[in-house]
């Protein structure tokens, strides 16, 4: 039997939280959101085991990849600087997921993208739904922005870290999102950047 590679993984506090951040052979293969509380070693393993079902509760601890991307992490929550490339591990998603996160990755800081257009990009229209659906397995907040894929009609969509997380993060690129009331009951984008292909007031074309 092939023996199974042990992942490392780091834990750090942040303006968000605690984070995880686990790395595989391939690259960064998991980020995620502990709470507000330092994580105990519990925690940390569940979450592990969350994603690396079949390995034992064996991990190294920490790696210059790992350190690399906590410092792009706290540079892009504290000093909102842009995300730089780091190599990821993507391969436990579908093939329709990998799609889904490759196109993700074309998504500028501070632009937006609705499900729609992300359908449309890898040549499945109309499967806004599914679209979704990848955006809620990605493995890797942050580092692949589903946060900056919203709904039609100037909906945020939902978000692994919830509502309030994503519109944390829309707004630390410039993208305020306010609880407008509207007929409709949707949320209203504001401020959006032009070149986002989404304006304001709730429009997303």
Same mark, same amino acid.
């Given at each position: +039997?092939? $023996? ?11 303006? #968000?939280?605690?984070?995880? !951040?686990?790395?595989?052979? @391939?690259?960064?293969? *998991? ?12 925690? &940390?393993?569940?979450? *592990? ?8 509760? =064996?991990? /190294?601890?920490?790696?210059?990849? *790992? ?9 892009? *929550?504290?000093?909102? /600087? ?5 190599? =990821?591990? #993507? ?7 990998? +799609? !889904?996160?490759? $196109? ?27 679209? @979704? ?6 493995? !890797? ?8 894929? &919203?709904?039609?009609? @100037?909906? #945020? ?27 409709? %009951?949707?949320?209203? #984008?504001?401020? !959006? ?9 709730? %429009?997303?074309?």
């Amino acid at each position: +039997m092939k $023996e199974q590679t042990k992942p490392a993984y780091i834990t750090f506090e942040t303006v #968000l939280g605690w984070l995880l !951040v686990a790395q595989s052979p @391939g690259g960064i293969a *998991l980020v995620a959101f502990l709470g507000e509380e330092s994580p105990s070693e519990e925690s &940390v393993l569940t979450a *592990l085991q969350d994603h690396y079902p079949n390995v034992p509760p =064996l991990f /190294e601890t920490g790696s210059h990849l *790992l350190e690399t991307a906590k410092a792009s992490l706290r540079g892009y *929550l504290e000093k909102r /600087e842009p995300i730089p490339e780091i190599a =990821l591990d #993507l391969s436990k998603g579908s093939r329709f997921d990998r +799609m !889904v996160w490759s $196109e993700l990755q074309h998504i500028g800081f501070g632009q937006l993208r609705s499900y729609g257009q992300i359908a449309a990009k890898i040549g499945r229209p109309g499967a806004s739904r599914a679209v @979704g659906g990848a955006c809620g397995r990605n493995p !890797v907040p942050i580092l692949v922005a589903c946060h900056r894929v &919203v709904g039609s009609g @100037g909906k #945020l969509g939902g978000y692994s870290g919830g509502i309030a997380l994503k519109r944390t993060l829309l707004e630390i690129e410039g993208i305020a999102v306010e609880n407008v009331p509207h007929p409709s %009951g949707k949320t209203i #984008l504001t401020n !959006v950047k032009s070149n986002s292909g989404i304006h304001s007031h709730g %429009g997303v074309h």
